[in-house]
């Protein structure tokens, strides 16, 4: 399971970019799981001012590298950091 921490002040509906980026819908707070082709099984959750991410590799592994990239932008809006400052994040742990 992995810790984003949300940046200072960025207030992101987490919910309603999951569903504009995946397609899922769900409570954010109570835990959100959906799938995503060439990510796997995602379970997410909201607590405070991070967000909780457990990921369960698919399978089988996709060629389209595109979703990582979507992946990047969606974790860019909820949280408020570049993928640097994400990095950076985990480097403090």
Not at 24 to 35: P, Q, R, S, V
């Amino acid at each position: 399971m992995r810790e984003y921490k949300i940046k200072k002040g960025h207030n992101p509906d987490i919910g309603a970019l999951i569903n504009k980026f995946f397609g899922a819908k769900g409570n954010i707070t109570t835990g959100i799981k959906f799938e995503v082709e060439g990510i796997g099984k995602i379970d997410m959750k909201q607590e405070k001012n991070f967000l909780l991410v457990d990921i369960e590799p698919p399978k089988t592994v996709c060629g389209d590298y595109s979703i990582i990239k979507k992946w990047n932008e969606f974790l860019f809006e909820a949280t408020g950091m570049t993928t640097k400052e994400r990095k950076k994040e985990f480097g403090k742990r």
